[in-house]
């Protein structure tokens, strides 16, 4: 059973950064495909970043320029680089595994001054 683990959340102001980290367990991880997926209280989940096992990667329009995501294949991680952030980033964030189908538990990012 592979599991994923969030990390990284929290607490910013507007304009701020975080970085959120998605640790995940079991082998194989580097030909996963993974995303970084968020949802918002009163809206549907919605995609924000998704990066292949070869490291090609695709961002929802709301977030390119400000959101980077990255992975280490030797370290079974995804990092979501979290730059500028507004308000209407505030959600909870969740580690997404494409290929298996598996959520992390979500990490809540609030930005507010």
């Known amino acids: 059973q592979v599991q994923l683990v969030e990390s990284g959340g929290g607490l910013v102001q507007p304009g701020g950064s975080l970085r959120l980290t998605c640790a995940a367990s079991?082998?194989?991880?580097?030909?996963?495909?993974m995303g970084w997926y968020r949802q918002a209280p009163g809206k549907q989940r919605e995609l924000v970043a998704t990066?292949?096992?070869?490291?090609?990667?695709n961002y929802a329009d709301s977030v390119k320029g400000r959101f980077t995501i990255s992975r280490d294949n030797a370290k079974n991680t995804v990092y979501l680089q979290m730059d500028s952030l507004k308000p209407e980033d505030t959600a909870v964030y969740y580690c997404?595994?494409?290929?298996?189908?598996?959520w992390g538990q979500g990490t809540q990012v609030t930005v507010s001054s």
């Open positions: 997404h595994n494409l290929r298996l189908g598996h």
């Open positions: 079991g082998s194989m991880f580097s030909i996963y495909f």
């Open positions: 990066i292949t096992g070869s490291g090609s990667t």
